[in-house]
T-cell receptor, first 121, second 115 residues
Framework: DTGVSQNPRHKITKRGQNVTFRCDPI?????LYWYRQTLGQGPEFLTY????????KSRLLSDRFSAERPKGSFSTLEIQRTEQGDSAMYLC???????????????????FGPGTRLTVL | GDSVTQMEGPVTLSEEAFLTINCTYT??????LFWYVQYPGEGLQLLLK?????DKGSNKGFEATYRKETTSFHLEKGSVQVSDSAVYFC??????????????FGTGTRLQVTL
């Protein structure tokens, strides 16, 4: 299977603990996105990487959240001092877009992983 | 900012019935439009897309036409099957230079098809 993979699939933690999620994109994809989905809602954009550069962050991404993509391949999303309001499904998506700059107009098709469901007790 | 509005569900249909799920959007410029589907216990899958006005996206018997004049992208299928039971999400992606292609989603519409 060469799709987007995410680990772990489920995470239960206590309030105040730190958690880290991993996303492995489709191998040739240079763009990687993180979204958060709460029950009964559509996914909401969190952040985006082009190769290893984090180019955009949503205001939803508080300073307790940090994301990295150190070698332009896999990415991690860390939440520090978790709160009950952080409980959600965290989705990763990847895509391929030619060109080195996000200055190019156009769109790319994003392929989603299965998500990591976080429950904060 | 960009937004997507979908009809609320759940939508319950008998097998072989005609399906329409309404989707309208608000965006600057001319975004790309998508329908994603989420089957029970699975991740989001791209169902179809359209990147410019009057384009029709189609896949697995589903169709949607990009209507700029009504800012709509309604999803249709002529004859639904039980296996189509899922949550359907309408989404847009901006096509503005200097902007990431982040997706803005609607709240999703749950479809249940019965025998």
């Amino acid at each position: 299977d060469t799709g987007v993979s995410q680990n772990p699939r489920h995470k239960i933690t206590k309030r105040g603990q730190n958690v880290t999620f991993r996303c492995d994109p489709i191998s040739e994809h240079n763009r990687l996105y993180w979204y958060r989905q709460t029950l009964g809602q559509g996914p909401e954009f969190l952040t985006y990487f082009q190769n290893e550069a984090q180019l955009e962050k949503s205001r939803l991404l508080s300073d307790r959240f940090s994301a990295e993509r150190p070698k332009g391949s896999f990415s991690t999303l860390e939440i520090q001092r978790t709160e009950q309001g952080d409980s959600a499904m965290y989705l990763c998506a990847s895509s391929f877009r030619q060109g080195s700059s996000q200055g190019l107009a156009g769109t790319d098709t994003q392929y989603f992983g299965p998500g990591t469901r976080l429950t904060v007790l | 900012g960009d937004s997507v509005t979908q009809m609320e569900g759940p939508v319950t249909l008998s097998e072989e019935a005609f399906l329409t799920i309404n989707c309208t959007y608000t965006a600057t410029g001319y975004p790309s439009l998508f329908w994603y589907v989420q089957y029970p216990g699975e991740g989001l899958q791209l169902l179809l897309k359209a990147t410019k006005a009057d384009d029709k996206g189609s896949n697995k018997g589903f169709e949607a036409t990009y209507r700029k004049e009504t800012t709509s992208f309604h999803l249709e299928k002529g004859s639904v099957q039980v296996s189509d039971s899922a949550v359907y999400f309408c989404a847009l992606s901006p096509r503005r230079a200097g902007t990431a292609s982040k997706l803005t989603f609607g709240t999703g519409t749950r479809l249940q098809v019965t025998l």
